[in-house]
């Protein structure tokens, strides 16, 4: 981390840049963030890469602009437009004066760190949302832009351990912060604001098929893709799914992606059609899993699963691998809960005594939602990143002007 000459800094306009703001749980991740920032002490801006269709339709764009943040969409459709947004982003962030770019996502890492140097910005911070294990090529690029970077702030201890391994990033400038869930009690029940509410107006009321929402209900939440694990769940579902448990139990996959068709195609050629709904992307995703009994996620990596926390938090039971974040999310006491070794024979073992065992299930969603409610607020989450940012400033030589909540010194 290179030393820079003391000076003073009043005020500390925060720059937010991410790939797209389409509802994800990166996405939902910066929402939160930007809007529980300090404003006494913290300007935010939010800087957008995708000028995609696709990601504006769903864009959590004016969310942002709901809560007086500014959102500057780049316009990058194609590589022929990323040197001309590299440049708008540099004399941007150079003409604003910003004090702090915390990046989102492997794209806008990249981008970002390139334009924050031009522009130079003090503080420079990548996020590191997933244990990406299998892109040589973006690993190669995150590494050989490296030295742009004043430090990685990961969303997990296993994800922090990831960078500090693959990415051979200084452990002295990994940090780790995990994701936060927004929870309010209403009428005795908690429910997730999640920033995806302010698009339910874009849906038709949920509308299940003949045969469904008849049963008890398992979801899997999340892209229809394969790191999300879903083949290998339905492709084992054999060992667990007994005459007694495919009567009681439905599944409701509540999501979209690549995978949609082979899914279920697979689910035809395995008889599952009458088990496994295809509900698609939700906006209201978080209300249909407050009144589930099960969260499975069988995925292949993550970073810190934001279905796992909304769930844990909305004291749902859950089956997990144990992927980046899963332990950490759920804490000492979630065993029953997490398969150790991607055994199929081990996630049916233990997804059969969750599936029949009611005093377990809700022992083991107590217990979840204690954990979220005591570690993962979005408060909590966002004063991590302030404190970080102040002592990363501070290493650099920056003397930190701390505002009361008045925003006077």
């Not at 389409?22 to 800087?47: C, M, N, Q, W």
């Not at 911070?125 to 990406?132: D, K, L, T």
Request: hydrophobic fraction near 40%; charge should be positive; aromatic fraction near 8%.
């Amino acid at each position: 981390m290179t030393h820079i000459q003391t000076n003073t800094i009043n005020k500390r306009v925060v720059a937010l840049a991410i790939t797209e703001l389409s509802p994800g749980g990166a996405e939902k991740a910066l929402v939160h963030l930007a809007t529980s920032l300090d404003r006494a002490r913290f300007t935010p801006i939010v800087y957008t890469l995708s000028g995609l269709s696709r990601d504006t339709e769903r864009s959590l764009a004016p969310v942002l602009r709901s809560h007086g943040i500014e959102v500057v969409e780049l316009g990058v459709r194609g590589i022929v437009d990323a040197l001309p947004a590299l440049w708008r982003l540099a004399r941007d962030l150079r003409a604003r004066r910003v004090t702090i770019l915390q990046t989102f996502m492997y794209h806008a890492n990249i981008f970002g760190r390139i334009a924050g140097r031009l522009a130079g910005v003090p503080l420079i911070c990548s996020g590191v949302r997933v244990a990406e294990r299998d892109a040589p090529l973006r690993l190669k690029f995150d590494r050989l832009t490296r030295r742009f970077v004043d430090a990685w702030l990961c969303v997990g201890d296993d994800v922090a351990t990831f960078t500090c391994q693959t990415l051979r990033a200084p452990s002295s400038h990994v940090f780790s912060i995990p994701n936060g869930v927004d929870l309010e009690l209403v009428q005795g029940r908690w429910r997730v604001n999640s920033p995806t509410r302010n698009l339910l107006g874009e849906q038709s009321p949920l509308t299940p098929p003949e045969g469904f929402a008849r049963r008890k209900r398992m979801v899997v939440l999340g892209r229809l893709a394969p790191q999300k694990g879903i083949d290998w769940l339905l492709e084992h579902a054999t060992l667990w799914l007994t005459p007694e448990i495919r009567n009681s139990w439905e599944l409701w996959l509540l999501g979209d992606g690549p995978q949609r068709e082979s899914l279920q195609s697979l689910c035809h050629r395995l008889g599952l059609e009458d088990f496994v709904w295809f509900a698609g992307w939700r906006a209201d995703a978080t209300d249909i899993l407050a009144d589930s009994q099960l969260l499975l996620l069988p995925s292949r990596w993550e970073g810190m699963s934001n279905s796992l926390l909304e769930a844990a938090g909305l004291r749902v039971a859950t089956m997990c691998h144990a992927v980046e974040g899963v332990e950490q999310t759920l804490g000492p006491h979630a065993a029953p809960q997490i398969c150790y070794d991607r055994s199929a024979r081990e996630w049916a073992d233990k997804i059969t005594a969750l599936l029949t065992n009611d005093d377990l299930r809700e022992k083991m969603a107590n217990a979840n939602q204690a954990r979220v409610l005591e570690l993962f607020s979005v408060e909590k989450i966002a004063r991590r990143y302030e404190s970080t940012w102040t002592q990363l400033l501070r290493a650099k030589g920056y003397e930190i002007d701390e505002y009361d909540a008045r925003g006077q010194r």
